[in-house]
């Protein structure tokens, strides 16, 4: 079974930090483009960074750039979000995908999701 499970979200103040964790069971992640997305309830899904199987490309949305670093450690099947100077407007439900083309992080049919992990920025 192919499966992503987020982790390392939680409550943050403003300013602060958090790394979330995207492991990968049943297939290597090194073979595809993973990248992180994150949703507010009501609101459009928004792609903010992604990295290449290869690790030699990322791509990132203008709201994150600066902030966020995303990372791969393919040899623990792991991509992380590390995420720095937080704010309230980071407060979503942040999602790993699977198989995205690294083009804009744009979502392809056979994108495969993980659960989601819930950031809230809160002071």
Known sequence: QLQL????????????SLRLSCAAS???LKNYVIGWFRQVPGEVREA???ISGGNDRSDYADSVKGRFTISRDNAKNRVYLQMNSLTLEDTAVYYCAAGIRI?????????IWGQGTQVTVSS
Not at 5 to 16: H, I, K, M, Q, T
Request: overall charge negative; glycine content about 26%.
């Open 103 to 111: 083009d804009a992080c744009t979502v392809v049919s056979g994108t």
């Open 26 to 28: 049943g297939f290597p």
């Open 48 to 50: 903010i960074a992604c």
């Open 5 to 16: 499970v987020e982790s390392g979200g939680g409550l943050v103040r403003p300013g602060g």
